[in-house]
């Protein structure tokens, strides 16, 4: 389960979701301690995951000794999570967030545009060529480690930067952090600021809140909603594999999205279903599945990071990132929060935005989950911000980053 090889320990995807779940517990254990953390809803595997991050930092400067997980569970429980969204989610809600959605859309690549023209600009500061900066730009930021992974090496190879996809993982990795601490603090200046709360109560996405946490679920409601989320994996992966024979490919938790969204929305609520059970949309068991797979994967992700492979590159990166997230606090502060309504649902999706400028779309998602958990429901945010940063900015990407590289 764990072996040491050559300096490396490796660890088994059994093992690697055990630590998950430790790190989960001492990050909500630290969260109880330190009332700060709350305060500005920082997740609980935020902290965890940073916290230990570090520890395994220190072991390799102390001894040399690697520390390496391997995440191909952590990769299944974004699919489970994107999944209970679909679920959870109404042809109404997608209705009512149509403007919404083509409006954050909007804002978002005018946002890309800014981001690398921003990353560009701070590494002709260090006399360092426009690739580097789109490397700071959003090839690593909007992007994610995936878009720097597989852009890194054409870059690298056709503008001779020898350490491309190091550079592009350091930035990916500080803007996970950066995301990770930012959507909380911004909603919670907001939601303050303009005395903000929900227009009516309603059942979370993602999790419980704290007063709501007594025992409730049952085995049966808890096996009927993983049910539901296991036949709407089975729709998405057929529907993944078609869209790839047709050359189109998508990353898994999107179309198990999409083919949640279809079950829920198509199949009539009374529908007799073997379990005797209505379709478990909304329910408190699907959002307990949803907040455990959430949780446990951005742990599992944050505590992996090799901190110590990015000490090399700290001066252009740092001023890279420091100018980037002033830019995102602006623009979620400024743009985002007055052009989606200056309301409640506003103000989480500016949560969301701040995971979805620095970070990944399971950082988006995890700030959303924490100041909803605080502050209640937004199904709005719930429902265009993933649609943004799962789908449609992995598109626009796809466009905007062979444009900047021709002509800057």
Partial sequence: MIELVDEVIQVNPFIAVTIGIIVLFV???INEAIAFLREFSIPEPVTGGL??????????????????????ARDFLLVYFFTTIGINASFKDLLDGGKPLVILLVITIGY?????????????????????????????????????????????????IANAMEIGIACATFGLILASLMGGPIAKF????HGLS???VETLDVGMPEEQRAPGIGAMDFLDAVLAIHI?????ALFNESLEELGLKLPMFVTCLFAG????????????RFSGRAWPTRTPAMALIADISLSTFLAMSLMSMQLWTLIDLAGPIIAMLSAQFAIAVAVNIFI???????????????SGFGGISLGSTPTAMANMSAVTQRYGASHLAFIIVPLVCAFFIDLANALMIPFFLANF
């Fill in 27 to 29: 990050g909500k254990r």
């Fill in 51 to 72: 916290l230990f991050s570090v520890i395994f930092a220190c072991v390799y400067a102390a001894t040399g000794v690697v520390v390496e997980f391997e995440l191909h």
């Fill in 112 to 160: 890309m545009f800014v981001q690398n023209l921003t990353g560009i600009s701070v590494a002709a500061l260090f006399d360092l060529s426009a690739p580097v900066g789109l490397l700071g730009g959003s090839v690593s930021l909007i992007g994610g480690h995936g878009t720097t992974i597989a852009w890194s090496p054409r870059i690298g190879e056709d503008f001779g």
């Fill in 190 to 193: 907001l939601i303050k600021r």
């Fill in 198 to 200: 929900p227009e009516k």
């Fill in 232 to 236: 709407a994996i089975i729709v998405g």
């Fill in 261 to 272: 969204i279809l079950i829920t929305n198509l199949i009539p609520k009374k529908f007799p």
């Fill in 336 to 350: 985002v929060f007055r052009v989606m309504g200056r309301n409640y649902d506003a103000a989480v999706v500016c």
